[in-house]
């Protein structure tokens, strides 16, 4: 039985298990990113991955004319123009609408937490101080208990309400900001944007990146911030003017901002140590990054990826070449 061509891209870095499976279903053609794509490449493939900072958009569906399904474990899917695919009649398989699955899946959400209590509690600088040959706990006492602490989510979807959870767990009070969710009854909703940063002591952002949702956090927003808060960032860079957030912790607005998530980097020449937040934090103990790994556990992508491909097997079953 002849098997649908498949076009992986190495630079997804598909866990061993998953290379196999996907191996087992479809005749794999490797390349290590989309920029190495040719005409005559895609003219042969009838299923496709679509990695993240690479848009698919008409122009590569109309060079790939036997393209039947496009796979990405992502919850989101702005790289793809969803419109241009239903019009040829692909399959788009995604984790977007997989709720009760993406409901197992948690480690952005530990994450999130992990990034608040280390920049609250200033974990990394304090075991600097620890390495250099001091021990003073002294001069690193944090300003409060998280159970005196407000919590203000925005984005109350999968991701807000369970870091939610989570605030109401360390006791801290929760608000959330989100036009599209009604109160659950267990957090109080907030409808005003301002109002909740104005509130909030730590901003936890769990918003899609959509073109209505880029730069959401404006200058204007970040200059209603609480003096002296934390924000969290396990979202997207686009959702941010990190230019105006960048401000805002050199003048103290902001007294630390923790994210997982930087502007430009999904493009293959992205150098980190050029970008502005991370020099600022070369010099100073405001910033604390992680480079996109708050999905990063092995499992986590085992299951994601894993669920993703075996939804394009099933389509192929019936294929017929």
Known sequence: MVK????????????PENQALAADAFDVRALDNPDQDTDDILADIQACCAPLGFYFGSEKMDRCPNLNAIVTN????????????????????????EQAFLDTI??????????????????????????????????????????????????YGRLGRRVARYGAA???????????????????????????????DVISL????????????????I??????????????????????????????????????????????????GEHPLVRHAQNHDNVLLTPHIAGSTHDAWRETQGRVIDMARRHFEDWKP
């Open 74 to 97: 992502t919850t989101g899917v702005p790289h793809i123009d969803m419109a241009a695919a239903a019009a040829r009649n692909i399959a788009v398989f995604s984790l977007k609408d």
């Open 106 to 155: 948690t480690p952005t959400a530990e994450h999130t937490w992990g990034l608040l209590l280390a920049l609250l509690r200033r974990t990394p600088w304090c075991f600097d101080h620890i390495k250099s040959g001091h021990w003073n706990r002294f001069d690193w006492g944090a300003p409060a208990m998280l159970s005196r602490l407000k919590l203000g989510i925005i984005g």
């Open 170 to 200: 360390f006791d801290m009070s929760v608000r959330y900001h989100d036009p599209f969710v009604a109160s659950d009854g267990t957090t109080e909703r907030v409808d005003n944007l301002v109002d909740l940063v104005a509130w909030a």
């Open 206 to 221: 769990h918003v899609p990146a959509l073109p209505e949702t880029q730069n959401m956090i404006n200058a204007h927003v």
């Open 223 to 272: 200059g209603q911030f609480k003096p002296g808060s934390l924000f969290i960032n396990t979202a997207r860079a686009e959702l941010v003017d990190e230019a105006a957030l960048l401000t805002a912790l050199r003048d103290g607005r902001i007294a630390g901002y923790g994210a997982d998530v930087l502007d430009g980097e999904f493009d293959l020449d992205f150098k980190a």
């Open 4 to 15: 649908p061509a498949l076009l992986y891209y190495r630079l997804l870095n598909w866990q």
